[in-house]
């Protein structure tokens, strides 16, 4: 998704932009762009060219003492990636930079009659037009009169000639975080980590709220003119952490920062051995009496979400639904009052989770999101939140996150067991002191990297790859599909081991990857048969197990022997090979894990 920043202050502003934007490369682009105050103020110049923003650096004056500017990495939505659709925009006395979708640009085209004016092809440019329309010298006006106007998601920083030095933003949906740094000046990005070496406090710019910066100070404002203080919020992350820390791709980083993050995230939530959640201020109140839960995500988080769903059905033996959000929204709701509705997100932006968040909210006020972006929209919209301390996740490709993501949920179902009396606290202490010991069991598998890394070469060129499971390892299969097609573009697909033969094993040819899971130890047999069957028709199967060995080779022809834990948690073993197995056959395929094609890090359009 299209990233934004915006700084006026005492420093020269083009390589705060530049190296902000780099910062945002992560969210996926095509193209990049800067605009800028020139000549003491006296115009605002712009810079920008489809491509990455190394080529927009070679583009911009060696020399630039600008204070004050904006600048913006595009991913294409309205319009194909050329020089002119790239942000910024200008149009008269207007300059400005967007994240989202106008819905009514076609209304507005009309109405204020632009064909022919137009330089691109973008509904942005058309924000800038109406926006223009409205100027009459007062910056705060004409923004406020022009939002009434727009339909759609927006985030924009505008700038308006003659208005030297001063920023304006506002938002609906996009996500915007904004912050002054004394000696520095005033910053605001798509997301904090494109301005955290200047500072680690920040605010959530709050929908359709005006903000004004100028070097000596920031100046928040309802449409009605009154003002706001803004709610800053600290990181507990530094600018070191947000950089690759010596790994070739953060992606590989963040992969082995897993076992820290599921410390992290677990390890504050347990007392004498038991979930508690009261450092999150989430009541037991909202577990007691639930009758059935509905988790809504996107993507890896849904797979999360599959597996917690599975678990806790397993434990608790009550319904539990995953929902695609982009699906839920459009469906009939099947949730109630005594529906505990549990939204995942990594980024806490995803605009389909969190309009299905919105939509369960008018059925049920027992919504929970597992969010790793502390202050998210996401995290702001629900009743109760559990941040995953998963620390930032910038490759494309989500790896902690998830693992995390599932840890949070194994520790709801003990909770909700323990509310409603369906678990026993020896149990429970049972599950999460081996909970407890995951991190270092995770650790202890990083180590197998290596050999890993020796199976891509196998996978690099196969053109299509199978995951098999039975039970969770089902669920865990289907983030394993996802993590390998999304960043090695090869077709991959998951599919429960016993429906195999209902179809699908006709695809199955000589020497195609069938990925094995079998870690579940009620169904372990059945798998190894369903694998035979493969084996039989020249499949080369990577096999994922707690055996110590496995000497029969008409099973598998790799084999990963995970270190014995419970079946439940096994889980977190298995993705952490598949993930490293995916990111090394990325690069066996010369892709870029951390960027892969067409994708963006947080999905904010819809
Ligand atoms: C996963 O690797 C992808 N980046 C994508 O599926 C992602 O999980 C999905 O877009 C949801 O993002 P979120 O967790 O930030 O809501």
Redesign the pocket.
């Known amino acids: 998704m299209c990233g934004i920043i915006g700084f006026t202050g005492s420093k020269e502003a083009q390589n705060i932009l530049l190296d902000g934007l780099q910062k945002l490369e992560y969210r996926g682009y095509d193209s990049a762009g800067i605009a800028f105050f020139k000549d003491n103020g006296s115009h605002v110049s712009i810079r920008k060219t489809a491509g990455k923003v190394d080529d927009l650096r070679a583009i911009c004056d060696e020399e630039n003492n600008s204070t004050c500017g904006i600048g913006h990495t595009r991913w294409a939505t309205h319009g194909g990636v050329t020089n002119a659709n790239a942000h910024p925009h200008k149009f008269g006395n207007v300059t400005l930079i967007h994240n989202g979708i106008i819905e009514n640009y076609h209304e507005l085209i009309e109405k204020y009659n632009l064909k022919g004016q137009l330089k691109s092809d973008t509904d942005s440019e058309i924000a800038a037009a109406v926006i223009d329309a409205h100027y009459d010298g007062d910056p705060k006006e004409a923004i406020k009169a022009a939002v009434k106007e727009l339909k759609g998601a927006f985030a924009f920083c505008v700038l308006f000639k003659g208005h030297p030095g001063e920023v304006y933003a506002i938002r609906n949906v996009s996500p915007m975080v904004a912050s002054y740094a004394a000696g520095a000046g005033a910053f605001i990005a798509s997301d904090i980590t494109a301005f955290i070496e200047y500072t680690n406090r920040y605010f959530v710019l709050p929908e359709y709220h005006l903000l004004t910066m100028k070097e000596d100070g920031i100046f928040l404002e309802n449409l009605s003119g009154q003002a706001v203080e803004p709610e800053f919020m600290t990181v507990d992350w530094d600018v070191t952490t947000a950089q690759k820390g010596g790994y070739p791709y953060f992606m590989i980083k963040e992969i082995h920062e897993e076992p820290t993050a599921l410390a992290n995230t677990i390890n504050p939530r347990i007392s004498d051995l038991l979930p508690d959640f009261s450092a999150d201020e989430v009541p037991d109140s909202l577990f007691a009496g639930v009758k059935d839960i509905t988790i809504i ?7 999360a979400g599959n597996v917690g769903g599975a678990f806790i059905r397993n434990k608790l033996g009550i319904p539990v639904t995953v929902a695609i959000a982009s699906e839920f929204r459009y469906e009939r709701p099947t949730i109630s009052k005594d529906t505990l509705v549990i939204v ?7 605009i389909d ?1 969190l309009e299905a968040l919105k939509l369960a909210k008018q059925y049920t006020d027992r919504t929970l999101s597992i969010v ?2 502390k202050g998210s929209s ?1 995290a702001r919209e629900s009743h109760h939140v559990l941040y995953t301390h998963g620390g930032p996740e910038i ?5 902690k ?2 693992s995390v ?1 599932v840890a949070v949920l194994y520790l709801v179902a003990c909770k909700l067991g323990l509310v409603n009396n369906s678990l026993n606290e020896a149990d429970v202490r049972d599950f999460i002191s081996d909970l407890r010991n995951i991190p270092s069991m995770v650790e202890e598998l990083l180590n197998q990297e290596d050999k890993i890394a020796r199976q891509a070469d196998r996978m690099a060129n196969a053109t299509d790859a199978f995951f098999i499971g039975r039970g969770l390892d089902y669920s865990l299969s289907m983030e394993g599909a ?2 390998l097609k ?2 090695s573009y090869i077709h991959a697909e998951a599919y429960a081991a016993g429906e195999l033969k209902h179809g699908t094993i006709s695809l199955i040819t000589d020497g195609t990857p069938v990925i094995a899971i079998a870690t579940q130890q009620n169904v372990y047999g059945k798998v190894v048969s369903n694998i035979r069957e493969v084996k039989a028709r020249g499949a080369y199967v990577i096999l994922l197990s707690k055996d110590k060995v496995i000497t029969d080779n008409t099973i598998c022809d790799v084999h990963f022997s995970l270190p014995a834990v419970r079946d439940e948690l096994t889980v977190f073993e298995s993705a952490v090979i598949l993930q490293i197995l995916a990111y090394y056959t990325s690069l066996g395929k010369g892709n870029n894990p951390d960027q892969p094609r067409n ?5 904010t359009v819809e």
């Not at 490759?395 to 790896?399: G, Q």
């Not at 994708?599 to 999905?603: Q, Y």
């Open positions: 995500a996107c993507g890896t988080a849904m797979y995942a997100s990594q980024s806490g932006e995803t989770t790793n972006v996401i490759a494309v490709a989500s790896t996150a998830y993501q996802l993590k999304e960043i994708l963006a890090k947080s999905v």
